[in-house]
């Protein structure tokens, strides 16, 4: 078994004067996806929230492939990036092969039963409850599992619709999670689309293990909609910022009588996305909002 190292990036709000451009507004959540997909192509694997303090990125690498210069210098080009999240090594520990499944459970990734109609678990999970969906997922890292609010809030919408027969797009597919539901669902065709290449690479992995090597899983950006038909159902759980700049190209691939289900941001955020999709045509259904204060919301064309 591979030794990993654990790296723990501390990130913090900068003062708002030193802030870039203060018409772009960055949250730590969102600084820590940005400072993944920063690390992924340096050889980190996976990356998770730590339990005790939501503003520590946990990020692992295989030993071999660990050096602190790089991994500093990745953080600190974070607050050029976003100008107003900042991140620096907190500490590193080395962690020996025998003990990373010990590791990745206790920090990393749980069952979780969603709605109790679904359990998400990992290969190496033997104790899990029974849901009449099962689904395995092992990821590269941690967004995408199940656990964060907006993944859940955008599985019980898959959960709570029937979707049999529809087409369906999910966009910044991750580990393949919703793309996976939306299958068993008994959604076809099911379009998976996402930027980062190892996160790519272990959605097909993950469709594969789950017996649905049917779902179409693309590697790209918005841009990639273009070789795509439109869908019955659009998902995006990706942030807010992202959703603004490319709604457009989403509501150009949701059928007339389609629906979009968004996630990634704050309840707060939601006028600001509603303000977007209305020339679009496209208009609120429903929200749902979780006790952290992240929100799902569900758009049609009126």
Excluded at 81 to 90: L, M, N, Q, R, Y
Excluded at 136 to 146: E, H, L, N, R
Excluded at 256 to 265: N, T, V
Aim: contains cysteine; hydrophobic residues 45%; glycine residues 6%.
């Amino acid at each position: 078994m591979n030794d990993y190292t654990l790296y723990r990036f501390k990130l913090s709000s900068m003062p708002t004067q030193h802030c870039m451009d203060d018409s772009v507004s960055f949250t730590i959540a969102d600084g820590a996806d940005v400072l993944a997909s920063l690390l992924a192509p340096a050889g980190f694997e996976s990356f998770s929230t730590d339990q005790e303090d939501a503003s520590v990125l946990l990020a692992y690498i295989p030993r071999k492939l660990a050096d602190n210069n790089t991994a500093a210098e990745t953080a600190a080009s974070l607050a050029d990036i976003t100008g107003s999240i900042s991140a620096s090594i907190d500490s590193i520990e080395e962690i020996k092969g025998q003990d990373w499944n010990e590791e990745w459970e206790k920090h990393y990734f749980q069952p979780i039963v969603v709605a109790g109609r679904c359990v998400i678990h990992s290969s190496f999970h033997k104790d899990y409850p029974i849901c009449p969906l099962d689904i395995t997922i092992d990821p590269k890292m941690a967004f995408g599992t199940g656990h964060h609010a907006t993944t859940s809030l955008m599985a019980r919408f898959l959960l709570d619709n029937d979707i049999t027969g529809k087409s369906v797009i999910d966009m910044g597919t991750g580990t393949g999670l919703l793309a996976i539901i939306a299958a068993m669902r008994g959604a076809s065709p099911v379009t998976a689309i996402e930027i980062d290449p190892p996160a790519k690479d272990n959605a097909v992995e993950n469709v594969a293990l789950n017996g649905h090597s049917e779902i179409n899983v693309i590697l790209g950006d918005a841009s990639a909609l273009a070789d795509v038909a439109p869908a019955d159902f659009f998902l995006a759980n990706i942030n807010r910022n992202v959703i603004l700049a490319d709604l457009q190209a989403y509501a150009a691939h949701l059928k007339p009588d389609g629906i979009m289900a968004l996630s990634g941001f704050y309840e707060q955020d939601i006028e600001m996305l509603l303000e977007a999709a209305a020339p679009l045509g496209l208009y609120e259904n429903s929200r749902s909002t979780a006790d952290t204060g992240w929100a799902s919301l569900i758009l049609k064309r009126r």
